[in-house]
């Protein structure tokens, strides 16, 4: 299926639009730039989370660019292309419905169609309700009927179909089993009951097993839309359709009672530090684990949080007890209740006198009761449960085997990508500690270990690996192949898991190995993994020296690797840690980049398009300061929270109903986008101004109480961000324009708001002069803002009022005003700055006049520079920062982070 010739990995680099909105056809390259397109096709054709089986040539369409950053091959997870208000959004559905999480409800009220056929391959936990807007929007654009008929046929049919692909295809099925895939039909018998009827042609295929896996998947897909589906027209089946008449449930696993021997085992986790207490915000058990022996456990743990060791649980209560310090006087009978104990450990904790207490509770527990160690990493680097000089080094001695938590940043992470990293590391945790508890091969594997010198790591893996693809991590590097490690103290212990919120049974594996760190190996691997293991690439390691200087500038030395480029010539260095500014100058000065090994983009920049002088997009800042005369210039837009929104039209029909409403006054227009709003009109009421109203008897408020029943379901709670809606609520002063920004994005795109309208949550605003588009357009601005994007694993960058905003150093060619306390503050001209001026006017004319904005202006941030009139406005700020016209971005960053200081 693939041409021949091609490499292993293809890069995401455009898309074949199909609307204005919803899916794009993804668009495959050899490399960026290249002549050709190439479009994937999947194992299972319609199957948004399949994976991907081949690439074929794309002609004669129209491709749009799209640099995506995402290269894939044969066997990799299929990535879509999404449309949205304008913006282009690129992954694994997981990903993309993560990142258009602020929309929600503009894709129910316009698109939930699409909304849907991204929630299914994502399990989205509201499926069900995504599926309801979906039939109810069909049924109001087209009538009962119609709507009902269409629901089928575009939602029920298609789904279907995509469970008896999965099926067929994992059993191998035959041409004429495939063909006879379709020889089926969905008709409704009830309120959300529909049957498959199945033709003569399709029964006799299939024999009474591979109904079973049919029934077992239409029920799946089934629960997941909260519908209940009943397969009819099996072929001498008499069976009893009674269960299968009942409401779906999502699940597939086989369930069974506690084994008599016990009930659930208890957990013991210590949190004594903040990074671990974060963590375990997020602790949960899976919903159910079934072992090889046949042993089930469903959601029967309950989660204590305690101050320390006191009220202990009954022995196997179920409980997963997590304590902040292990003060007791007897240790040994404290443990006595628990199964198994962690010792979720931050840095802080690793590093000071509380590893004395765990070490002196490990010492004493009992030798059956397996003691683990889970690392807590800071986000921005690495563990410190390696390092020699740390008192915990007594403390790993005495542990049976190490989490490996890092493995959920690891590029070869394998389980849902959707979820933070903290959140990751927690299901690990939980996961790990029940297997722990309550497989007996695994806690005897476990038990074995203690007293071994040589420390041992337990790996979580969850789904199939892909081929090429190891369980490495920057922690343990024994699974990267061609690693010399002993395998007869290697081991593997295959389980099946549901974890919490997902419909969907996977295999899972703990693999207990030693535990051997070797960054060089891995990094070279992450390397690799990053740039698609292009086929040009030389076949002969990578890894050369780490010059001095900048080894003496990291944190965690040890964990950083120099690479070679395609000439054999060094050019970056991989690191554990997010760089300072320090290292990254460091590095410049030997003409190196560096990257931490999460930062794929840096990586890709570096070595695809030979570009080692950008700023990384993971890089490490010191504490900026919040600077007092900034707070309260820029305010997030309305949270979608705090008010109702309601097409315009409807809200006419409504006041017009009525004599007099205190409601007319707080009506506003709702803008979504920096661009024009266009047809489809919003109004935006604040929901604390109609519980007023309906406790003041207002016949208005009352009557969007009866139409909008999700205002009792709100409830009259106080705001989620009050402040930020009572400042939306205000007008500019006299002479001050409003200015909406995008949330994220860079370069910058910008809009005037009028009087009468208030920004959605993904903008922020801000009042001034013309000052406002010369501060937000310029460069410096761009590189302040951009290094300071958190890091993400969804697709949903984001500007942060405390640091992008609150803690910029204005040029002093701008001054912030307050007219008064009820008024927000204005960005305005400093005196003597007429130039300035000059380029403001001409700025807010060219880029943001009728709703257009810079990023329609603009292909790539490079070509925005290049413009004349920005190219002069940088000038004229870089010379007040004392900086060249020719200062590279590392240069204005560290000015930037210099003046943070200083004004204190």
Known sequence: MTPAGLPDKLHLCGYVRLADRGFAL???QVKPGANAWYTAVAVVNGDHASEIEGFE?????????????IIVGRHDLWRDVFLWEGQKYAGRPSEILEALGEFRDELLTHAPLSYLDLALPAEAPDTADITEAARDFLEQKLGATRGAANFIGLV?????????????NSRFASVDELDSLRNFRVRQSGPARYDIEIAPKMSETFDRAAFEELEAAVTRFAGRLGITLKVIGLKNDARDHSEAERPATPTSIRKSRRSPRRGSPNILIIAADR??????????????????????????????????LKDLPEPHDGVILIVDNVGTRDAKRALSAFDVVVWLAGNDALSDARSNDIYELARHRDPQTPFLIAPAPPADGPTVLMETRTRAKHVLEQANAVIDTTLARSPFWTGQLRRSIDRR???????VSILAAAIDSVRHDLNTRRGSKQPSSATLSIGERRFGHEAASELNATSLRGMQSDRRMSSRHGFEIREQGSTIVRNAALEINPLWTDFERFGEAAFLNAIGREADWPNRTLITGVPGNLLHSLDAPNLSVALNDIDGKPSLVLTAESPRLATIREAWDSGLAVARYTDTATIRATALQRNPFGLPE???????ARLAQNQGLVTRGVDARDVLRLAETEWLDIRNASVSSSLSAQARKYRPTVGEAGSNLEIALPTAAIWDGIR???????ELLRRFPKLQERGEKAGKRMSDLIAAWTRPSDGMQRWIIEDGRIPVEAGMLRAEEVPAQRLFFIDGDQAVPCIIFSRPFAVWAKALLPASTSWASRF????TFDAFPFPLCFRIERSSDEEPPQLRFARGHERLKVLGERLSRRFMGNGRNVGAEFSDEMNYRRDEMLEELDSILLREMNLPNDASDLDILEALVEQNRDRL
């Open 26 to 28: 993804p668009a495959y």
């Open 800 to 803: 942060q009022v405390s640091r």
């Open 156 to 168: 029920l049919r298609p789904g279907i179909l995509i469970e008896l692909r999965r099926e067929a």
């Open 618 to 624: 993971e890089m490490r800042f010191p504490k900026l």
């Open 57 to 69: 040539l794309l002609e004669d369409v129209p491709v749009e660019l799209f640099d995506t950053g």
């Open 425 to 431: 590391m927690a299901d690990m945790i939980a996961t």
């Open 696 to 702: 003041n008897g207002d016949s208005v408020a009352r």
């Open 275 to 308: 990074r671990s207490q974060a963590i375990c915000r997020h602790l949960e058990p899976p919903s159910s684990i079934a072992s090889g022996s046949g042993s089930v456990w469903e959601g029967e743990y309950r989660i204590d949080h305690r101050d320390g």
